[in-house]
T-cell receptor
Framework: DAGITQSPRYKITETGRQVTLMCHQT?????MFWYRQDLGHGLRLIYY???????DKGEVPDGYVVSRSKTENFPLTLESATRSQTSVYFC???????????FGPGTRLTVL | TQLLEQSPQFLSIQEGENLTVYCNSS?????LQWYRQEPGEGPVLLVT?????EVKKLKRLTFQFGDARKDSSLHITAAQPGDTGLYLC?????????????FGKGTLLTVNP
């Protein structure tokens, strides 16, 4: 399907486990972003990528790892999940740094 | 740290009423974006305002950017149940490695039939 997709949509895991959230876009957008959305905090940027093999930290990067070997994919890995990482995670993409960001449907992650 | 304060946090109104939500900051932004987010979905961009004092209209929605580019408002005329959702503002600042998009916490609007 065209657009931006995220998988899984829902995930329950346990403290200490590794979890990878997937993001795929079909527009060949250069920029991709990962945000988390929490009550009381709004949307906060975790990591972003300007192109394949180029990634940079956002506002709240600790505990997360990203990679971007292909333009269309931008996986987010929680190496050792903690309860504070329970959140809704959104991936987004845009043509350039200042152009419109298109958001995926989100992944609701619960860490027990 | 740049902060965007949105008010009110929650708003519940009847169909046909008018409403205004606000997005305020002590920081200057190069532009201000407004998004609407529906339950279970990601935010969708509604409009970007760039010039201080700018007013943009999108059907029944009117967006205004403050003269000093620190605040913005969204006015909805004759609200409809389809307007229900979380309204987020986001301010752009910096450029290159310093580029930043700062989001407010949102206003949750419920329009009752």
């Amino acid at each position: 399907d065209a657009g931006i997709t995220q998988s899984p949509r829902y995930k329950i895991t346990e403290t200490g486990r590794q979890v990878t959230l997937m993001c795929h876009q079909t527009w060949s957008h250069s920029y991709m972003f990962w945000y988390r959305q929490d009550l009381g905090h709004g949307l906060r940027l975790i990591y972003y990528s300007a192109a394949a093999d180029i990634t940079d930290k956002g506002e709240v990067p600790d505990g997360y790892v990203v990679s971007r070997s292909k333009t269309e994919n931008f996986p987010l890995t929680l190496e050792s999940a903690t309860r504070s990482q329970t959140s809704v995670y959104f991936c987004a993409s845009s043509e350039s740094e200042r152009s419109e960001q298109f958001f995926g449907p989100g992944t609701r992650l619960t860490v027990l | 740290t740049q902060l965007l304060e949105q008010s009110p946090q929650f708003l519940s109104i009847q169909e046909g009423e008018n409403l205004t939500v606000y997005c305020n900051s002590s920081s200057v932004f190069s532009s201000l974006q407004w998004y609407r987010q529906e339950p279970g979905e990601g935010p969708v961009l509604l409009v970007t305002v760039v010039t201080g004092g700018e007013v943009k209209k999108l059907k029944r929605l009117t967006f205004q950017f403050g003269d000093a580019r620190k605040d913005s408002s969204l006015h909805i005329t004759a609200a409809q149940p389809g307007d229900t959702g979380l309204y987020l503002c986001a301010g752009e600042s910096g450029g290159g490695s310093n580029y930043k998009l700062t989001f407010g916490k949102g206003t949750l609007l419920t329009v009752n039939p």
